[in-house]
């Protein structure tokens, strides 16, 4: 009795969104009456309402001891492995959840998300191309396909797959980020800005898209415009040791040397070693 009260406590706890006070009586509840599904299921919830992921994996082992064909205490346990880093044990169960239900999109969304994660590309593509058989205009699968193909080098295709994408959707300033890289990656700088303009109108706060414009930038000699780019990146928190050895060499190029071998000084201190040639020759009287 003590052990049904807690737990129907704990019920009304959650329902009002008390989620702490909701597991210390399911815990309690267990305690007392010992581990049973609805508890668990019960208990996981609340642990993943306060984002106890590595709780909730806990307790989703134990409810796939006893209910081995849970389709969401697979998928569940793998998007929370995903999320704590666990990427191949993310691929295992969204692997289980497809083994018992083939027709999940999600599992193969995320199963492909964790396979390019642990840069099983090709893998990944096949995952991605199943939902896109499924579905023509699933926007989301064309782009992640899109950016396993970057990383296998397949960029004519990657790019055709960003541009499907922002055909479908023309929202998302992600697409036109990773299209604007992929075009930088092949040297075609100038075709890569209209894409980071795109990209910072969607979402002004978005550091890396000012950083690669200025890479490009740089990369057609516009050292100006670059300054102001990186710049406006390390406003947004962006403080790499590459930002600022890439602002260094635009400030050189422009013979402002105090500022760029402040940078490269900077840069080299992070752990930037191609700054040192550059302080040797343009910074002795700046130490």
């Known amino acids: 009795n003590f052990a049904k009260a807690y737990y ?5 706890k959650a329902s009002l969104s008390d989620f702490d006070g909701a597991l210390a009586d399911y815990n309690k509840a267990i305690t007392l009456a010992g581990e049973n599904l609805e508890a668990l299921i019960n208990r996981v919830e609340a642990k993943t309402s306060i984002n106890d992921y ?3 994996i806990k307790d989703y082992d134990k409810i ?8 969401k205490a697979f998928y569940n346990r793998g998007r929370f492995k995903y999320l704590l880093g666990d990427y191949d044990g993310a691929v295992n169960d969204l692997t289980s959840v497809i083994k018992l239900d083939n027709k999940n999109n999600d599992a193969y969304y995320q199963r492909g998300v964790a396979l390019a994660r642990t840069n099983r590309h090709n893998e990944a593509v096949k995952d991605f191309e199943v939902l896109i058989s499924r579905n023509s205009r699933n926007d989301s699968a064309i782009y992640r396909r899109g950016i396993s193909k970057m990383h296998l080098q397949k960029f004519a295709e990657a790019i055709a797959d960003y541009t ?5 959707n023309n929202k998302r300033y992600d697409y036109y980020y ?16 209209p894409d980071f303009d795109k990209c910072i109108s969607l ?5 890396n898209a000012y950083y690669s414009r200025a890479v490009s930038f740089g990369k057609m000699v516009k050292h100006s415009e670059a300054i102001l780019d990186y710049t406006k990146a390390i406003e947004l928190g962006m403080k790499s040791k590459e930002i600022f050895y890439q602002r260094g060499i635009s400030y050189i190029a422009l013979n402002y040397f ?4 402040a940078d490269m000084k900077r840069a080299y201190q992070m752990g ?12 002795q009287k700046f130490k």
């Open 54 to 56: 590595a709780g909730a």
């Open 164 to 168: 499907r994408a922002i055909s479908i």
């Open 258 to 261: 105090e500022k760029g071998c």
């Open 203 to 207: 979402n002004p706060n978005y550091a």
């Open 178 to 193: 990773a299209r604007g890289v992929t075009k930088g990656i092949i040297g075609k700088y100038q075709e890569s800005l």
């Open 8 to 12: 129907n406590r704990g019920i009304l």
């Open 272 to 283: 930037m070693q191609e700054a040192k040639e550059h302080i040797e020759m343009y910074c």
């Open 64 to 71: 796939l001891a006893l209910d081995p064909s849970n389709i």
